[in-house]
C-alpha cells in the first residue's frame, strides 16, 4: 500500500527493466574487458586498500584532533 501510492504499475515494471538491463550490461562488459585487467590494474586492490586506510586514519585524526 506504501509502494502503491508512489509507484504505479508501469514504474515498477521499468525498475525491474532498467536494474534488469543494467546488471546485464555490466556483467557482458567485465566479461569483454577481464583479459586487459591484469595488464592495466595489476596491483591496483593493494593500492585502494592503502590509500583508503590513509585517508580514513586522517579522517579520524582530524576528527579527533578537532572535536566533533
Known sequence: MFLS????????VFMVFFVLAF????VY????DIKNHDRYYKGAGKK???Y???????????RVLFGN
Not at 501510492?5 to 515498477?12: D, K, L, S
Not at 546488471?23 to 555490466?26: E, F, Q, R
Not at 583508503?52 to 582530524?62: E, L, Q
Open 48 to 50: 585502494v586498500l592503502i
Open 29 to 32: 562488459s567485465y566479461r569483454k
Open 52 to 62: 583508503g586506510t590513509i585517508i580514513i586514519a586522517v579522517f579520524i585524526a582530524i
Open 23 to 26: 546488471v546485464a550490461l555490466m
Open 5 to 12: 501510492a508512489y509507484f504505479t504499475t508501469g514504474r515498477i
